[in-house]
């Protein structure tokens, strides 16, 4: 059985900054990505950010460029998410997510507020 555990969200004025971290555990059959999406209230998950687990190469929502930085730890089956320079509008649940040969696997979300 799979396991994701995420841990970093929380409250943090605007302007400030967080770092996320996901933890994958059991048996997971060759990773080829791992990536953050968040979800607001009665709207859909939208994709954050993604990384390769291969070549490394990232992917990011135009939201957050220049401001998130996706990294991972293919050894430990750890991706990272390092938030600067947070907005109001980055307020969400930040979910985790393994994507392997034999399907996906999601975390349970950490909230992440930012106050003005």
């Known amino acids: 059985q799979v396991q994701l555990k995420e841990s970093g969200g929380g409250l943090v004025q605007a302007g400030g900054s967080l770092r996320l971290s996901c933890a994958a555990s059991g048996s997971i059959f060759s990773i080829s990505a791992m990536g953050w999406y968040r979800q607001a209230p009665g709207k859909q998950r939208e994709l954050v950010a993604q990384i390769s687990t291969l070549s490394g190469c990232t992917m990011y929502a135009d939201s957050v460029k220049g401001r998130f930085t996706i990294s991972r730890d293919n050894a430990k089956n750890k991706v990272y998410l390092q938030m600067n320079s947070l907005k109001t509008a980055d307020t969400d649940v930040y979910y985790c997510?393994?994507?392997?040969?034999?399907?996906?696997?999601w975390g349970q979300g950490t909230q992440v507020t930012v106050s003005s």
């Open positions: 997510l393994i994507r392997a040969t034999d399907g996906d696997y």
